[in-house]
């Protein structure tokens, strides 16, 4: 299997990024975002619970994603690979995951991160709060809580990766197709 972590702060671009990996490698597409957002919209308890974090910009408990993922892991069996994108987000959430893969003899191939000064960050999910409609895409102050929550909580998750040299930093800012080919120069080194 290809195991991917597409890693960054929101706005990075790991979303656009993920549908050109997926395509490429047909591996199945885990973001605990759209999960979550799922829930939402479905109107279960946990996407009740989940929206008044969400809609503050706070990450949600690891038990909730650690379970969501799980459920997903054990549907797609026979599956080519996954990316996981947004997910973990904790270094919790990264020991969680690394036990639930080697329950099935799997393991993380390479974490990608991409790399986005907090600026353009800013700058990208006020333009993308335009059209996605979601509530925390729409003002700076939410826009930086999230931003806040990414280098309190989640930048540890890098060092986790890097201590199992599976690390690699591309920058995320430019043409979408080149930084594209250099995801996939950094596959073809640890697949
Ligand atoms: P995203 O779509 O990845 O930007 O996630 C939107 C929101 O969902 C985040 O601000 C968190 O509140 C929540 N969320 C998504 N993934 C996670 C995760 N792995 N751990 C905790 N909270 C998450």
Known sequence: MLNLILFGPPGAGKGTQSEKIISEYKLIHLSTGDLLRSEIQA???LGLKAKTLMDQGILVPDEVVIGMIDNKLKEHRDAAGFIFDGFPRTVKQSEALDELLSSYNESISVMIALVV???????RLLNRGKTSGR???????????????????????????QNQNKFVAIDGIGEIDFIFGEITKAISKFR
Do not use: C
Request: hydrophobic share 20%; aromatic share 8%.
């Open 43 to 45: 109107g279960s308890e």
């Open 117 to 123: 000064d907090d600026n353009e960050l800013l700058a």
């Open 135 to 161: 509530p925390d895409d729409q003002n700076e102050q939410l826009i930086s809580k999230r931003i806040q929550e990414y280098n309190n909580k989640t930048k540890p998750v890098a060092d986790y990766y």
